[in-house]
């Protein structure tokens, strides 16, 4: 899995990775590999949502287990260790969600939830979109490297820290890793 070369561009002159070399990289053929590993699905308009200006006020979840609330309940753990007021639950209204122990523990610390409507994933953009540019990620390595599924969630595993080390959003001019820990990847 590659980034485009706009971005690697960015990434290189703007000094935003260390050991990235400031080269003109270019796109001299099309990836058929990137190419099989991408699919379209139509836009949907999205569900509005609040909005924050801090860093982890607003966290968005697709869970897929009955471990959900611990894993949340970790996740705010975390959150609070690092002096950061999680304000807004997003997730879709699956059963995992919409329990009485995660219920307890948004309610004690003034959490709100905010869930889409029921399958409706597309309401979930933020996380739905970051999952389908993993998704293209992840199989656009199976398909290069001729892998396996067995692998499938070590390649997650890569794209995810690939997309974390590579820039989120142009008017942050910032990596997620580094928007998170303050310091460059």
């Known amino acids: 899995s590659h980034l485009n070369f706009d971005t690697i561009n960015h990434l290189a002159k703007q000094g935003l990775v260390k050991g990235l070399p400031i080269l003109k990289y270019t796109n001299d053929y099309l990836c058929s590999t990137c190419q099989n590993g991408k699919n379209e699905k139509e836009p949907h308009l999205p569900k509005p949502e609040p909005s924050t200006n801090k860093k982890l006020q607003m966290l968005h979840m697709d869970l897929t287990n009955d471990e959900a609330a611990d894993i949340i309940i970790k996740i705010l753990k975390q959150a609070l260790s690092l002096n950061v007021t999680v304000r807004y639950l997003c997730t879709d209204n699956d059963i995992e969600f919409i329990n009485h122990t995660l219920r307890k523990c948004t309610d004690e610390v003034e959490i709100t939830p905010h869930t889409s409507a029921a399958r409706t994933p597309q309401q979930n953009g933020v ?3 970051r999952n389908h540019t993993l998704v293209e990620a992840t199989n656009t390595m ?7 599924l067995f692998l499938w969630a070590k390649a997650v595993a890569i794209a995810c820290y690939t997309q974390n080390r590579s820039l989120s959003h142009p008017r942050y001019n910032k990596t997620p890793y580094e928007l998170l820990g303050d310091r460059k990847p």
């Open 127 to 129: 996380v739905e979109r």
């Open 142 to 148: 199976l398909i290069f490297f001729k892998s396996s």
